[in-house]
């Protein structure tokens, strides 16, 4: 199985402040690498598909990038409503996709 | 609008079986691949089971192979998992979603629409 890290586990960070989480692949998923949002209590919510495509409705501070092995969800300037856990997927091998751990964006 | 409803969780002890259920709506349901997700009490999310649109190809997780079966019936908009040989470890809030990953669209795969989950507690 194609394992996923994600680092770091956890940050702190501040309203306005660019936030980069880090996802890398055991091997090779060309571009099939996606990110979810994860609300406390709710279920995750699409933000980020094909390393680097915007979902429809997510807001234009959200960025991704990255391909092969190495992957990056960027946000630009961190609002108070983006506190939350973070995971990547991939979705190189459709019917055995695997997520990263999360990495869990706490108010500084 | 797009809805999945889960149902058929529950509190059940170890060895003992469990059937989920996740009744779809608002999209046509035989033109999509659906998985299961789950995540255990505080910690992440991990990928159970997937089924394309016409049940010809499925996956597992290691950690559930030869114990889970994914099934689907597009009659009825519905997806299932059968769960046996529960263990402690098994016990989570299973979501189910639905892929992007269907017979027009069939490079990309990715989860667009996510239920909000049904509990399984498996403990004697």
């Known amino acids: 199985d194609i394992q996923m890290t994600q680092s770091p586990s956890s940050l702190s960070a501040s309203v306005g402040d660019r936030v980069t989480i880090t996802c890398r692949a055991s091997q090779s998923i060309s571009s099939y690498l996606n990110w979810y949002q994860q609300k406390p209590g709710k279920a995750p919510k699409l933000l980020i598909y094909?390393?680097?495509s915007l979902q429809s409705g997510v807001p234009s501070r959200f960025s991704g990038s990255g391909s092969g092995t190495d992957f990056t969800l960027t946000i630009s300037s961190l609002q108070p409503e983006d506190f939350a856990t973070y995971y990547c997927?991939?979705?190189?091998?459709?019917?055995?996709?695997?997520f990263g751990g999360g990495t869990k964006v706490e108010i500084k | 609008e797009v809805q999945l409803v889960e149902s058929g969780g529950g509190l059940v002890q170890p060895g003992r079986s469990l059937r989920l259920s996740c009744a779809a709506s608002?999209?046509?349901?035989?033109?999509?691949?659906m998985h299961w997700v789950r995540q255990a009490p505080g910690k992440g999310l991990e990928w159970v089971s997937g089924?394309?649109?016409?049940?010809?190809?499925?996956g597992y997780a290691d950690s559930v192979k030869g114990r889970f079966t994914i099934s689907r019936d597009n009659a009825k908009n519905s997806l299932y998992l059968q769960m046996n040989s529960l263990r402690a470890e098994d016990t989570a809030l299973y979501y189910c979603?639905?892929?992007?990953?269907?017979?027009?669209?069939?490079?990309?795969?990715?989860?667009?629409?996510w239920g909000q989950g049904t509990l399984v507690t498996v403990s004697s």
């Open positions: 094909a390393a680097s």
């Open positions: 608002g999209f046509t349901f035989d033109d999509y691949a």
């Open positions: 979603a639905k892929d992007i990953w269907s017979p027009l669209h069939n490079i990309l795969s990715y989860f667009d629409y």
């Open positions: 997927q991939q979705s190189y091998s459709t019917l055995r996709s695997t």
């Open positions: 089924i394309s649109w016409n049940s010809g190809s499925i």
